[in-house]
């Protein structure tokens, strides 16, 4: 497929609130390593006065080259996490191309997130363990 397409963010991180030192950490991480990410605690004046709803759901879709998301028993059952999943989802299921990199902080099962997905374990790996693979993907 590959299609060169220039995106404003190579990494979108995907998460519920109770969830949000895990994604901070990666976020600072990627940060630190001159990836840019979007990692919603970075954008409070961009998102300031926003239609979050449409916003996010092209941000999701459209701005990221990949979308990490933190998949745990409150990404299962959160409003806006399932709102990002399903933006999400329709890019990957467009392009026929992982997009989604899912990490697991337990073993809840996700709607739309296939069991035979291959992710990542955060418990057995560090922040900066997950920034180099995502290096690798990103091709940089």
Known sequence: MG??????????ISYAGEDRIHAEALAAALKRRGITVFFDGYEQATLWGKNLYTYLS???QNKAHYCVAFLSQH?????????????????????????????RL?????????STVAYLNWSTMTPDDVVELLIQKLGK
């Open 3 to 12: 299609k060169k397409h220039s995106y404003t963010y190579d990494i979108a």
């Open 106 to 114: 337990d073993a809840t099962s996700i709607p739309g997130v296939l």
């Open 75 to 103: 990404y299962a059952t959160k409003l806006w996490t399932n709102h990002e999943r399903e933006a999400a989802q329709a890019r990957a299921f467009q392009e026929n191309e992982e997009y989604i990199l899912p990490i």
């Open 58 to 60: 092209d941000l999701y």
